[in-house]
């Protein structure tokens, strides 16, 4: 795909994320439509141009369109950024590809691991019935909070894909004076740095919230890469990946930071909140609940030493109090430190 000029992009899912993607994408010049799953939202952006719902500080594109019929956000597109919870990719994909041209790359901005079947969303894409080449299939990852994206603050990602023409595609489109992409070949490595950071970035939350200090979630962020990179090397993913910005730079950046859901959520269970209470106030997701889940499965079904992500599992699923959890932690053998 040489000629960008007159490119047509479809977004699905107008969470922060989404709405910040489409917007950049629109604000360079492409013809840009966003799915927006609430029909109430979508008049109101069609009207005022603002995300009420998840980025109301932010003045939007006037040539950003929006709509809450699939089929339109999605058919005579050249590019297509998925950017929905995990948990609903399956069949809004599915429902997608019916009306998606087939050399239409696809691009996943979604971070997790679906719970039912401990799969990756390009894993996920694979299983899909319909025509659809899984080498047009781009993952889109990195350290980026769509507010700080939003105000054009400088940042770095990582599009991976195992077509390295669909990932030059996406890199080109997507780069702009304060966005800058880097390509990849390493699908599932790229992938597994975005989901699990979320978990550790609950750990890291949590012993926040519990008053810890600099010291302590240092020793999480090290060592949360450590089990980040055994489940990485069981799944097949390159090492040196988890060293670059869908592994340590996005796990910095999640575990360090009130604008991390994750985070905030793992600081409100260290105050004493129950998982409940605090999901029941959220109106956007905190992927790395559902991928704890998830992680947790794979690691118990497959003898991977992770133990972080086990006492996070037992935290939210479990009620075990954080206090027990990092205990047992720090009082477990010692070793010597590897990998």
Known sequence: MNNLKNLKIGVVGAGSWGTTLADMLAGRGFNVSLWVYEKELSEILGSEKINTYYLPEVKLAPNLQFTSDLEEVVRDKQILLWVTPVKAFRELFKEGLRFAEQDTIHVSASKGIEIRTLKTVSQIAKESSLPFSDRKFVVLSGPSFAKEVSKKMPRAVVVASADKDSAATVQKAMATPYFRTYTSDDVVGVELGGALKNVIALASGIADGLGYG????????????????????????????????????????????????????????????????????????????????????????????MPIVHEIYNVLFENKPPVEAVKDLMSRDLKREII
Request: aromatic residues 6%.
């Open 214 to 305: 600099h010291n302590t979630r240092a020793a999480l962020i090290t060592r949360g890469l450590a089990e980040i990179i055994r489940l990485g090397n069981f799944m097949g993913a390159d090492q040196r990946t988890f060293a670059g910005l869908s592994g340590m730079g996005d796990l910095v950046l999640t575990c360090t930071s009130r604008l991390s859901r994750n985070y905030s959520v793992g600081v409100e269970i260290g105050r004493g909140l129950s998982l409940e209470e605090i999901l029941k106030n959220m109106k956007m997701v905190a992927e790395g609940v559902y991928t704890a889940k998830s992680a947790f499965t794979i690691s118990a079904e497959n003898s991977i030493d």
